[in-house]
């Protein structure tokens, strides 16, 4: 499947603060922005706590059982991060979206991209590309970047476990 780079990049950001745990410091949290492109990702706590409130409404616009509460969801994160996204010609460059003004603080900057990267895999590729792990008792979101976009599981561990459950089960059917 094909990205814009833009916001494929923060859609993948987004997947992967949802799946941080509530006890993370800033320091993981710093890399994992630093990985995901993000500029001047240093984090004061009052910061930390922010990025950590937005985790939750970002991992429910993953999980939402339905594109409907799909929407729902993402509509609330564009509401909430009321970046204002406007078209620059910085350096010479075509004219290009940014989804908040590039000197407005990391938590502005952070939750604009990842509002706004959910949103354009909702309008641009398709809603089931948004995905939560099928296994049982997994929390994990991720991006569908498959070809098929089929994907059920986070991760080869998650897929082999519901497969070796579902074989013994036939097993003790026979
Ligand atoms: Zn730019
Ligand atoms: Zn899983």
Redesign the pocket.
């Known amino acids: 499947m094909h990205f814009n780079a833009y916001g494929g990049n923060a859609a993948l950001l987004a997947a992967a603060l949802a799946n941080l745990d509530d006890s993370c410091d800033a320091r993981t949290v710093e890399i994992l922005l630093a990985e995901h492109r993000v500029a001047r990702a240093a984090l004061t706590e009052a910061q930390l706590e922010e990025l950590r409130a937005w985790c939750l409404p970002l991992w429910e616009a993953f999980a939402a059982p339905t594109t409907r509460e799909q929407v729902i969801a993402v509509n609330r994160l564009l509401a909430d991060a009321a970046a204002g996204p406007y078209v620059?010609t910085?350096d010479g460059?075509a004219p290009?979206l940014?989804y908040a003004d590039?000197d407005a603080d990391v938590v502005t900057r952070v939750r604009a991209a990842t509002a706004a990267g959910l949103a354009l895999v909702l309008t641009e590729t398709d809603p089931c590309r948004l995905g939560r792990c099928g296994a049982p008792g997994c929390r994990i979101v991720f991006v569908d970047v498959s070809r098929n976009g089929r994907r059920a599981y986070c991760s080869r561990q998650c897929a082999t476990r519901v497969h070796v459950s579902a074989h013994r089960d036939r097993k003790r059917q026979r």
Do not use: L, V
């Open positions: 620059s910085h460059q290009h940014h590039e």
